[in-house]
């Protein structure tokens, strides 16, 4: 297909308004006519520049969809850039770029003009410090709580979007230039009067056909970059038996430190990093802490991380607070570390050693409301955050593997995973659990498990096949009867359930259920026979959010542009109903037919495998806009839904497929029409339903630029939507595009 000669030059016309390239190529007697014999070389000259520099704008400015083939996946392919401009104003159309993150599974391809990337807000909220570091109204100001975060003007976390880059850039960064303005705010900073702010850039392969050949692994996100796998398929995703693995990829725990003592009170919600008495908060959307549980190995991170301090066991918005020790002089009490939050809370960490002091850490809050209760409200499909880490236990005897303290430290929360196809086949799992924390300590705290990730997942057919895994993970265990008898220690609360938003049902083995708090073996009083306990650690495990049905218009902006991006042949509506009994009439109008051969309607009882039922033939005629009919015969088939779609052959033999539609026999699906057509001032959106739902209507340009968005309300049987301010636009082409039960319409519109 010669995708540059679509839409490219405007010619002049005679009579009727509209002259097609066809009857203008070099060489052809309306174009001698036109422009005359004596300047029609240095014509064809003026024509072929200019095709040459239309053909380099499209290249520039539109975006990279696949048309053809099957790529076999068998890692993460997405390539990650943090986000070093200090704020990405609503509009922007520049944003400046670090270099990508470097790492296993971090990708190696740069970001080339035309990719599609994904914008996504890492951490960013503010947290409420009252002036007194006992005070419970940490966090998110609500008392009693000692959690959350507060929703300012730049409580960001979870925003995203997709974009299309315009110009190249390195893996050493650099700007990056978009197509359109962004829909959000996007903010970095690091570490000061706030937690710290991070964004990153993630460039996403487009395949027209995927098939998962092994399992995709997604990178620990290292406080700049990564945690999150982006797929997107065209056509169709094959899951092919394999996994997407993001259990552990979020936020991180907390590091565990073995500390001597120090100053302040059993009660306190917050204290530095430098004071030697308490543990480590773990990290979240509104901020990273001093001492990190780096996938195993302690990272020293030099700066506070949160304000006021990154010890103590408030829960600074969905990561879980770190132990406060009962006893600060000398860290020797030992409560467990609060579990991380994000679908739900994550549970509080069990009570300090002999002492019996309810000094746990809190579980992370929520995303959702600032007191970090059960009910999400910020989360959506186009809003979604990582798993919080874990907070650590306090220690002092340094007991567990590996030592020093270490065996106490929180864990990481899951990855996030977005998965984009028009068809999903085969089965597979995706799992973005938070991971459990160590259970090696023996006479020391604990830390908190790592809260369930988030998945969303979008496709209009073959949910069932794929298993969604945002489980909380575990607290940290500890077994002081066996160093002599000695009684119980803190146990780590559990990581809460994480996140799934996906627009069909996935299969029954799917689980956002919270984790399990930890337990503690020790004789309670002492010389009584050794009990296993959760010893104070919150046994309320949460489960998270599941959603798995929701409108189109939910979805982050741009994430389905390749789905529902022009072909080579513009396919303007392509719809199949049952006209009668044994009878499915397939229709479909295409418009820029320069190389198109024949289409094959093909035919499939399960969205898999297809089989063709007959061949229209591509008009020859000079018309704008082509209309075709098939009439199928499905006596033979014994199935009561049926899909079809069409095979688009070119004269040189390539081909490419439309979208899959779906006809449930009986049944009349949704048509729509465009009156009047040319239009002036405007137009009215006629639209045919069998059902309530909630439809999306863009208003696109040549150049494929969005110029209007309008959600709306479909009710049973015809609707009208109006399409007004069309005086403003300039004459030409435009296309009318309406998503609706996950199904794309296109219907042209000329603007006169």
Same mark, same amino acid.
């Given at each position: 297909?010669?995708?540059? /000669? ?10 009727? @308004? ?59 392919? *997405? ?48 947290? *409420? ?66 937690? /710290? ?11 027209? #056909? ?24 065209? *056509?169709?995703?094959?899951? *092919?038996? /394999? ?57 020293? #991170? ?30 020797? /009490? ?14 509080? @960490? ?38 919080? @880490? ?204 320069? #190389? ?157």
């Amino acid at each position: 297909m010669k995708r540059t /000669q679509i839409n490219t030059i405007p010619y002049p016309v005679s009579g009727s @308004g509209i002259t097609t390239r066809k009857n203008l190529l070099p060489g052809s007697a309306m174009a001698m006519n036109f422009f005359g014999k004596r300047s029609f070389s240095v014509i064809c000259k003026i024509l072929f520049f200019a095709l040459l520099l239309s053909s380099i704008s499209i290249i520039s400015y539109s975006q990279n969809c696949a048309t053809s083939g099957t790529h076999s996946q068998s890692g993460n392919e *997405n390539t990650y850039y943090p986000g070093t401009q200090a704020i990405v104003s609503v509009g922007s159309t520049s944003i400046t770029l670090g270099a990508a993150g470097s790492g296993t599974n971090f990708g190696t391809t740069p970001i080339a003009a035309g990719d599609i990337l994904l914008l996504i807000q890492m951490q960013g909220t503010q947290l *409420n410090i009252p002036g007194s570091s006992t005070s419970s109204l940490y966090g998110g100001s609500v008392s009693g709580q000692g959690r959350g975060f507060t929703t300012s003007t730049n409580f960001l976390a979870g925003m995203m979007e997709f974009v299309i880059a315009t110009n190249a850039v390195p893996l050493a960064g650099g700007t990056l230039n978009i197509t359109s303005g962004t829909v959000n705010k996007y903010m970095y900073s690091a570490f000061g009067t706030y937690g /710290q702010y991070t964004y990153q850039v993630i460039r996403v392969p487009s395949y027209y #056909n995927i098939q998962l050949t092994s399992t995709i692994t997604t990178p620990l996100w290292n406080g700049s970059t990564g945690g999150v796998t982006v797929i997107s398929a065209v *056509n169709q995703l094959d899951f *092919n038996n /394999q996994n997407i693995n993001a259990l552990g990829a979020g936020f991180r725990g907390g590091g565990g430190r073995a500390l001597n003592g120090g100053s302040g009170s059993k009660n306190d919600y917050y204290t530095l990093s430098t004071n030697n008495a308490n543990a480590s908060k773990g990290e979240g959307i509104s901020g990273t802490p001093r001492y990190i549980n780096n996938n195993g190995v302690l990272l020293d #991170n030099v700066v506070e991380g949160y304000p006021s301090g990154s010890y103590a066991r408030g829960a600074p918005g969905n990561a879980g607070g770190g132990a406060t020790d009962s006893d600060p002089a000398s860290n020797d /009490q030992n409560a467990g570390g609060g579990g991380g939050g994000n679908g739900s809370y994550g549970g509080w @960490g069990g009570n300090g050693w002999y002492s019996f002091g309810a000094t746990g850490g809190k579980g992370g809050a929520a995303f959702s409301t600032t007191a970090g209760l059960n009910a999400p409200t910020y989360a959506s499909p186009s809003r979604l955050v990582m798993g919080g @880490g874990g907070g650590a236990g306090t220690s002092n005897n340094a007991t567990g593997t590996p030592g020093g303290g270490f065996a106490s430290s929180g864990a990481a929360g899951g990855g996030l995973v977005i998965v984009d196809a028009l068809q999903i086949i085969g089965t597979g799992t995706i799992d973005v659990s938070g991971a459990s924390a160590n259970s090696t300590v023996t006479i020391d705290g604990s830390g908190g498990g790592g809260a369930g990730g988030s998945i969303l997942i979008y496709a209009n057919s073959g949910h069932s096949g794929i298993t969604a895994i945002a489980k909380g993970g575990d607290g940290g265990s500890n077994n002081p009867a066996s160093v002599g008898g000695a009684t119980e220690h803190g146990p780590g609360g559990y990581g809460g359930g994480g996140v799934v938003y996906s627009n069909g049902t996935l299969n029954v083995a799917t689980s956002v259920s919270g984790g399990n708090p930890g337990t503690s073996t020790g004789p309670i009083p002492p010389g009584v026979v050794n009990t296993i306990s959760h010893y104070g650690a919150d046994s309320t495990s949460q489960t998270g959010v599941l959603v798995q049905s929701f409108p189109v218009n939910q979805l982050p902006p741009n994430m389905n542009i390749c789905q529902s991006s022009v072909l080579p042949v513009t396919i303007l509506n392509f719809s199949a109903s049952s006209t009668a009994v044994n009878n499915v009439e397939v229709s479909w109008s295409t418009s820029q037919e320069i #190389n198109s051969s024949y289409y094959v309607v093909e035919r499939s009882t399960d969205a898999s495998n297809f089989v063709s039922v007959g061949q229209v033939s591509a008009s020859q005629s000079a018309e704008e806009i082509h209309n075709y009919n098939f009439d199928d015969y499905t006596g033979s088939v014994n199935s009561s839904v049926v899909y079809y779609r069409l095979k688009i052959v070119d004269i040189d033999g390539k081909f490419t497929y439309s979208k899959t539609v779906s006809v449930r026999m009986g049944e009349p699906l949704t048509k729509i029409s465009v009156y009047p057509n040319p239009a002036s001032d405007f137009a009215v959106l006629n639209l045919y339903s069998d059902k309530q739902s909630v439809a999306m209507m863009k208003l696109i340009d040549d150049a494929g630029k969005m110029l209007m968005y309008k959600s709306f309300t479909v009710n049973t049987g015809n609707n009208s939507l109006m399409i007004d301010q069309l005086g403003s636009l300039p004459k030409g082409i435009y296309i009318v595009q309406v998503i609706f039960d996950n199904s794309l319409y296109n219907q042209k519109l000329i603007k006169k």
